[in-house]
C-alpha cells in the first residue's frame, strides 16, 4: 500500500494498482487484520489512500 501510494502521490496510479489489490483481497481479506492495518496506515499517514482504494477496487471490479 505504500509503495501504491509512493506512485499515486508523485506522478498518479493506473488501474493495474487496482487490480492488484483486487486480487489481493479477494483471496486474503478474511484473513487480514484491519484494526492493526489502519493503525499502521494513520502511523504512515496514508489511512485516508488504504480505505478510499479498498473501496474503489471493489466498486471497479
Known amino acids: ?4 501510494f509512493k506512485h ?3 506522478s498518479g496510479t493506473g ?3 487496482l487490480l ?3 486480487v489481493y ?8 487484520d484491519f484494526p492493526y492495518i489502519d ?3 494513520e502511523i504512515l499517514g496514508t489511512a ?3 480505505k478510499e482504494n ?6 471497479v471490479f
Open 39 to 41: 493503525k499502521q496506515c
Open 1 to 4: 500500500m505504500t509503495h501504491m
Open 48 to 50: 485516508d489512500f488504504e
Open 8 to 10: 499515486f502521490d508523485g
Open 54 to 59: 479498498r473501496d474503489l477496487c471493489k466498486k
Open 15 to 17: 488501474i493495474r494498482s
Open 25 to 32: 483481497l479477494n483471496r486474503l481479506e478474511d484473513s487480514l
Open 20 to 22: 492488484d489489490q483486487y
